[in-house]
């Protein structure tokens, strides 16, 4: 039986639920054969449970009566896609209800059609006491794990609920103007030509913000490489390298090259990207080739220098280290599921040792980005604090910016709903009489 877009989306999720696979993974093969609406829907469908997944988990659990086995998360996927379409309201409920059902006939249980069908009937039925109830459930109203609560709420005593309103809202589309082939300037003209309303981005001179979210590759240039979809907080690493012509540059852990693209773009530097995972390099060659950009691409682990260095020091490095992605929640949802609280300390580590290690390959003299894409200090502001007083040589420059907060040596964006993800930066120089 063909599974219609409610069971595909469900598909896509068990992997999630079962903690062993992402929706990036997932996700693709779930689309293919769709026709363009369809695969659009099942995406929708796939990262709008996952977004709000501890919310319709706790409502399921309030319209079971005894939870389900794990041998059952096809069941539960499709339960969740169903609440989620009830809880959107974009589709009257009793067609949410009956493709659902229908979906559910595909798992081959005949328990589960009449499970999903009384369930979601009776989420109909008392939907307005189950979203009463919702709010005083912490985890299930802020959509987000308790072991996540606790650490945002010392970290960010003030702002820790934004975060999380932010991290439930889908992100704006923003693009990076390549400075290479059009202005900023002239991009949103032709945009404007195109009938898209947009804007430039406050923090990022090449970042454009679009009102609405569209095909990229509909829009003016996608082929000849005018632009490139990249937030904007994402963007801020290139002028913090601060590139002068000529420069011998390291992108570590490049994948997929949004970053060494902008660093080509800026500046005729010596650039080196370099990730450990074959298969995301492939992104980063078809990111350069569509710009007309180039660099020396290797795939290693870049804490093991004897796989790649050639013992030429860099004057600059940008370290995007492997992290948690907190502050990017709201574009991969999913993390509220496959994130574990003990992955904190194990990621720390491998910051540390990164950083370590690169440090090494940094000329006297030179700048070093720090950055993740995190909001826990544990894998910011303590990882640098860490680092300076392990290293005399090494300082913290200031950083001149309009953009973030002071978190340590560093500045923290924290995602904002209507603009950038959350972000760390510090900018480390290594002195140079070495």
């Known amino acids: 039986m063909n599974l219609n877009p409610r069971g595909r989306a469900a598909a896509a999720l068990r992997p999630v639920l079962r903690q062993n696979g992402s929706l990036a993974r997932s996700l693709p093969p779930q689309q293919q054969g769709c026709a363009p609406e369809d695969a659009a829907l ?187 979809v990249q937030d904007e907080a994402a963007q801020l690493s290139a002028e913090l390298l601060d590139l002068q012509e000529g420069q011998r540059v390291l992108d570590a852990c490049c994948a997929p090259g949004g970053k060494t693209a902008h660093i080509a773009e800026t500046a005729n530097v010596e650039l080196t990207a370099l990730d450990s995972d074959d298969r995301r390099l492939t992104r980063v060659h078809e990111n350069l080739t569509r710009l007309d950009l180039s660099a020396k691409i290797q795939c290693a682990d870049a804490g093991q220098l004897e796989q790649w260095w050639d013992q030429q020091p860099f004057d600059r490095i940008l370290l995007d280290a492997p992290c948690s992605a907190t502050g990017v929640i709201r574009r991969h949802p999913d993390i509220k599921a496959l994130r574990r609280p003990n992955d904190i300390d194990t990621l720390a580590h491998t910051q540390r040792h990164l950083l370590n290690a690169l440090w090494e390959t940094l000329a006297p003299g030179g700048k070093l980005i720090y950055a993740t894409c995190s909001v826990l200090p544990q894998e910011n502001k303590t990882v640098v604090e860490d680092f300076l007083h392990q290293h005399p040589e090494a300082q913290a420059l200031p950083l001149d910016v309009n953009w973030g907060q002071p978190s340590g040596a560093g500045r923290q964006l924290l995602p904002q709903a209507e603009g950038h993800d959350g972000f760390f930066y510090a900018v480390l120089q290594k002195s140079a009489s070495q």
């Open 42 to 228: 099942v995406q929708a469908l796939a990262y709008g449970t996952c977004r709000w997944l501890p919310r319709l988990r706790w409502w399921a659990s309030q319209l079971l009566q005894q939870g389900l086995k794990m041998r059952d998360v096809d069941v539960e996927a499709l339960l969740l896609v169903g609440l989620y379409q009830l809880q959107e309201g974009r589709v009257p409920a009793h067609a949410a209800i009956s493709e659902t059902v229908e979906a559910a006939k595909a798992l081959r249980k005949p328990w589960a059609v009449k499970l999903i069908n009384a369930c979601l009937r009776r989420f109909q039925r008392e939907q307005a006491s189950l979203i009463e109830a919702v709010q005083h459930k912490e985890v299930a109203a802020l959509a987000h794990p308790a072991w996540l609560l606790k650490p945002l709420k010392k970290a960010w005593p003030q702002q820790w609920r934004d975060i999380c309103e932010a991290n439930n809202q889908q992100p704006p589309l923003t693009l990076r103007v390549n400075q290479r082939k059009i202005s900023r300037e002239d991009y949103l003209a032709a945009l404007d030509e195109t009938g898209l309303e947009a804007y430039p981005a406050p923090f990022s001179a090449q970042g454009i913000y679009l009102t609405m979210a569209v095909n990229v590759r509909n829009l003016p240039g996608f082929d000849e490489g005018w632009f490139s």
